[in-house]
């Protein structure tokens, strides 16, 4: 990697990501071999007054620094007082101090990137009647706010991308890392073809699924959501029956993988249906697990044997409710999004980081000759 860099580095954490950019910023001082005392992380603060309104303060100079900033949409665990009433802040509420932050570094930045793991309104990104296209609104205002790089995690749909075709858009997916985490959970699966199948709990899954398929060797299934379009529950179309299309399972473990969790009751359908079938163990791999509807129906069907684990990322906001359960297995990103960051700052490519190929390959040959809770990679 070339010594020279893009500029100064800063590291922002909104609020709610307090424990994210530290052990990012734990990284980037061992790398640069920074001491104790030193810090890449900028200070701001996102006050609020007591009507719920609110402002923007960095209490740091930016001027001519390359700025990454880190933010969770979704982190319902952070709150603020309105009217004396205690409030969780909603996807709007972090995409508002989000804006008020790049607005007080008042362009003085040399670069602005913005992290952010699951895209705010990411699921409204078409249109189909006469309705919103939030996410790629939220694109074009930032990128006019002066927003340089967008770095999201797999994101819903990445077209939306095409709302902001001459500014950077990264869509990185932790497919090495969950499979990293994998072997570590569960050191005696067997990854080979005849034992291990991929599913897809819908069609809108099926690019990630046969990334796995393909990278692995190993077969893929899919199953199709038949939906009651006359009605609308909770701003979707309620699914009526998932239907299997795909190869025998009877007897293998089957990996179901998607972009997120949100109430469950997909993932919870199909994998009752793969016991059904015959499958031997389900693992489910999502990116962000959101658990929207709570805990309970998850704890129950873990109790009645309808899935072993739950692997999800830490990018998103994780309950220690969740983190207690002996179900959930969380993937620690932070490493890989330490790496990004270092090497966008020495303005050199992220093409090796966005395609794991080799290193899954390398994890998989480790894993065969009876490594498997003892690997030790480098992201």
């Known amino acids: 990697m070339k010594d020279t860099l893009y500029g100064p580095l800063s590291v922002i954490g909104m609020r709610g990501c307090e424990s994210f950019v530290t052990q990012i910023d734990a990284y980037l001082k061992e790398w640069r071999r920074h001491g104790e005392g030193d810090t890449f992380l900028a200070e701001v603060d996102t006050p ?4 719920g309104e609110g402002k923007g303060l960095v209490r740091t100079s930016l001027r001519g620094h390359d700025v990454y900033i880190i933010c969770d949409m979704f982190n319902y665990g952070q709150t603020y007082k309105m009217y004396g009433v205690e409030r969780p802040m909603s996807p709007d509420d972090h995409y508002a101090d989000l804006k008020r932050i790049i607005s007080a570094i008042m362009g003085k930045a ?8 699951m895209l705010y309104e990411g699921r409204q990104h078409k ?7 939030d996410c790629a609104v939220m694109l074009q205002e930032l990128v006019s706010m002066g927003v340089t790089n967008f ?18 858009f990264d869509n990185v997916r932790p497919t090495y890392q969950m499979l990293k985490a994998l072997v570590k959970a569960v050191p005696d699966i067997s990854l080979d073809k005849e034992d291990l199948m991929i599913i ?3 069609e809108g899954a099926m690019e990630r699924c046969m990334y796995y398929s393909s990278v692995l060797g190993i077969d893929i299934g899919m199953f199709y959501k038949r939906r009651d379009y006359s009605v609308i529950v909770n701003g979707r179309n309620p699914i009526i029956a998932h239907e299997y299309l795909g190869r025998d399972i009877s007897g293998k473990d089957v990996i179901i993988v998607d972009d997120m969790i949100s109430s469950g009751d ?3 359908d199909v994998a009752y249906q793969l016991k059904e079938k015959g499958a031997k163990h389900i693992y489910n791999f999502a990116s962000f697990g959101l658990f929207t509807d709570g805990l309970e129906k998850f704890d129950k069907a873990y109790k009645d044997g309808l899935f072993n684990k739950i692997f999800t990322t830490n990018l998103v906001y994780r309950p220690n409710e ?5 179900w959930y297995v969380e993937v620690n990103m932070c490493k890989y999004v330490s790496y990004i960051i270092d090497t966008l700052n020495h303005d050199e490519t992220i093409s090796n980081l966005l395609n794991p190929v080799n290193r899954i390959h390398n994890l998989l040959d480790k894993h065969k ?11």
Do not use: C, W, Y
């Open 48 to 51: 609020r007054f007591g009507t």
């Open 322 to 326: 969740l983190l207690e359960k002996d």
């Open 200 to 202: 897809s709990p819908d």
């Open 369 to 379: 000759k009876n490594l498997g809770g003892q690997i030790k990679m480098d992201i």
């Open 127 to 133: 249109r189909s009647s006469r309705e919103s296209l």
């Open 110 to 117: 040399r670069r602005v990137s913005v992290i952010m793991p």
């Open 266 to 268: 997909s993932i919870i």
């Open 151 to 168: 770095i999201t995690f797999d994101a819903h749909d990445p077209r939306v991308q095409n709302a902001i075709p001459l500014s950077g």
